[in-house]
């Protein structure tokens, strides 16, 4: 990074920093996650203040003194503010479980412009409200599994290695994923997966919308996904905003 950099950016979480300053999460396009500074943030007439602000889609100036660990935030322009998500408490607790993941899934200073592009339009689609909440937030948990290296293999059962025949009914375990319908049988805790719900999984894997689906089964298998994320990932208590 050179001194004064410019890259558009998702707002993962803001604190307060010492008397009068912010310190900020950022999922950048061009630098991947990175914390900065906004000084003067904490006041009410700071005008980067208030467009840094968590959810928001933002065009940011950096100023980076060498081997600094933190950027400072010299400029921000408001590219998206998510205003229908601002009035709805269920489609909010989707939004933060989307930054909750980014957060928690990369590392600073790693970009991934395919991860930045998809989390990008996932908010903008659930400020669109055109589709239920837990259906893009599913479409997202399984997009940002695949981008950062934990993909759910659908094509063939994760403990025999067998082709999984959809037309039975398979399972879906936190610690080893797609089971086949006789290797589910092995295990105490599996989520059932009926041809109709693997047909969903499948379609909302490679971003097709869905025509229909069923809501309750698709929330169990939102927190299977996040069992199997506890399971994976050291440190990860689960997703704090699905809690509430
Ligand atoms: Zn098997």
Do not use: W
Not at 101 to 117: G, S
Not at 144 to 171: A, P, R, V, W, Y
Request: hydrophobic share 40%; net charge neutral.
């Amino acid at each position: 990074m050179s001194q004064i950099e410019k890259t558009e950016g998702i707002v993962l979480s803001k604190l307060d920093y010492s008397d009068s300053s912010k310190i900020v999460s950022l999922y950048t396009e061009e630098f991947g996650k990175i914390s900065a500074i906004v000084k003067g943030g904490r006041g009410k007439n700071s005008k980067v203040g208030l467009v840094v602000d968590p959810l928001n889609i933002v065009n940011f100036v950096l100023y980076n003194k060498e081997q600094r660990e933190v950027q400072l935030i010299s400029g921000a322009e408001m590219v998206f503010y998510p205003v229908h998500l601002h009035d709805d408490f269920d489609s909010m607790k989707y939004a933060y479980a989307v930054l909750e993941l980014l957060k928690y899934l990369t590392v600073e200073n790693e970009a991934n412009q395919r991860l930045y592009r998809g989390s990008r339009k996932i908010l903008q689609l659930m400020d669109a409200k055109q589709e239920p909440s837990e259906i893009i937030f599913l479409k997202y948990f399984l997009f940002i599994l695949q981008e950062t290296g934990f993909e759910i293999q659908m094509d063939t059962c994760s403990i025999c290695h067998k082709e999984i025949q959809k037309e039975k009914i398979n399972g879906f375990n936190y610690e080893h994923g797609m089971l086949c319908s006789a290797c589910k049988n092995l295990y105490h805790t599996f989520l059932e997966i009926p041809m109709e719900l693997f047909e969903q999984i499948y379609s909302l894997k490679v971003g097709k919308r869905l025509k229909n689906y069923n809501l309750p089964a698709m929330k169990k298998l939102i927190i299977a996904l996040e069992k199997f994320l506890k399971f994976h990932v050291q440190g990860f208590s689960g997703i704090k905003s699905l809690q509430m």
